[in-house]
Nanobody, 115 residues
Framework: QVQLVESGGGLVQAGGSLRLSCAAS????????MGWYRQAPGKQRELVAL???????NYADSVKGRFTISRDSAKNTVYLQMNSLKPEDTAVYYC?????????WGQGTQVTVSS
């Protein structure tokens, strides 16, 4: 089992920045990929960014150049630095951890960007 706890969401004006954190605990050694997803009201959950065990990253086109995913292995924590935020970035952001046969989600953290 893997437990994920997100933090760092909030309300910010357009153009501002936020940093989300996701602390992982439990059977973390078998995690292959960690990522951030988001879900806006009335929309499907979508991938924002992910980082693999070896440090490769991938981003949704809508956030490339503005968001950066990183990790601190010593703290078992993954971060999402979000810059130049736009109102369309408003959503609940979820941390995700993937093993070979299991998929884990955090409880979600709200990000609201005002225009």
């Amino acid at each position: 089992q893997v437990q994920l706890v997100e933090s760092g969401g909030g309300l910010v004006q357009a153009g501002g920045s936020l940093r989300l954190s996701c602390a992982a605990s439990g059977n973390i050694f078998s995690i292959n990929v960690m990522g951030w997803y988001r879900q806006a009201p009335g929309k499907q959950r979508e991938l924002v960014a992910l980082i693999t065990r070896i440090g490769s990253t991938n981003y949704a086109d809508s956030v490339k150049g503005r968001f950066t995913i990183s990790r601190d292995s010593a703290k078992n924590t993954v971060y999402l630095q979000m810059n130049s935020l736009k109102p369309e970035d408003t959503a609940v952001y979820y941390c995700n951890a993937r093993q070979v046969t299991n998929n884990y989600w955090g409880q979600g953290t709200q990000v609201t960007v005002s225009s």
